[in-house]
């Protein structure tokens, strides 16, 4: 079964320019989960989907930043216009059955993001 | 207060010994606890959960919850040379919609030969 995949594996980009990272879930997964760590700090949630649907988006940073998920299978993350501080790893985690709080959460291999 | 707080060590370890990382963390709504383990570089993978008071195994590791004190830890026995990583802390609640996860700084985990 293939895991959760993620690209690109690193960009690197000038501030003001748009960015879009893709997140494929494993399959079947209902649930996708947006994450990020900036250097130094630790990993913080930014957004949830249940399939289509946008169930917490509580830690988005600001409007520059755009998640979609059409169909319900693979996600987007779009940052427009990039600033400094966006730079990090963003993770992109799926799991099965959220409704269960010990539901196992997948991670990607993150996408490394440098804005310049 | 940080949310989740952990050593960021690093934690150095001899091989064969016993590596034990704690973690605490400030809400007492806090449901479950993850330990994931992340080598440089990789994304974070789950060793274990755990969700009820006192102490929970699996292999080489052991998951301690005691929600009285606000205090999980994470016990690796045996400890090998591949243990070598950053370990992750993360918890749940149950007032988040779905099951996001907010994790602690991690702990860096050596261990020599």
């Known amino acids: 079964e293939a895991g959760v995949t993620q690209f690109p594996s690193h960009s690197v980009i000038e501030k003001g320019q748009t960015v879009t990272l893709r997140c494929d879930p494993i399959?079947?997964?209902?649930?996708l989960y947006w994450y990020r760590r900036v250097m130094g700090k630790e990993i913080k949630f930014l957004l949830h989907f249940v399939k289509e649907s946008k169930q917490d988006e509580s830690g988005m940073p600001n409007n520059r930043f755009l998640a979609e998920r059409t169909g319900g299978t693979y996600s987007t993350l779009k940052v427009q216009p990039a600033e400094l501080e966006d730079s990090g790893v963003y993770f992109c985690?799926?799991?099965?059955?959220?409704?269960?709080?010990?539901?196992?959460?997948?991670f990607g291999p993150g996408t490394r993001l440098t804005v310049l | 207060q940080k949310e989740v707080e952990q050593n960021s060590g690093p934690l150095s370890v001899p091989e064969g010994a016993i590596a034990s990382l704690n973690c605490t963390y400030s809400?007492?709504?806090?449901?479950?606890f993850f330990w994931y383990r992340q080598y440089s570089g990789k994304s974070p993978e789950l060793i274990m959960f755990?969700?009820?008071?006192g102490d929970k195994e699996d292999g080489r590791f052991t998951a301690q919850l005691n929600k009285a004190s606000q205090y999980v830890s994470l016990l690796i026995r045996d400890s090998q040379p591949s243990d070598s990583a950053t370990y992750l802390c993360a918890v749940s609640s149950i007032k988040a919609a779905g099951n996001k996860l907010t994790f602690g700084g991690g702990t860096r985990v050596l261990v020599k030969p």
């Open positions: 399959s079947g997964h209902d649930n």
């Open positions: 809400d007492r709504g806090s449901q479950s």
């Open positions: 985690a799926s799991s099965q059955r959220a409704t269960a709080s010990t539901d196992t959460q997948y």
């Open positions: 755990i969700y009820s008071n």
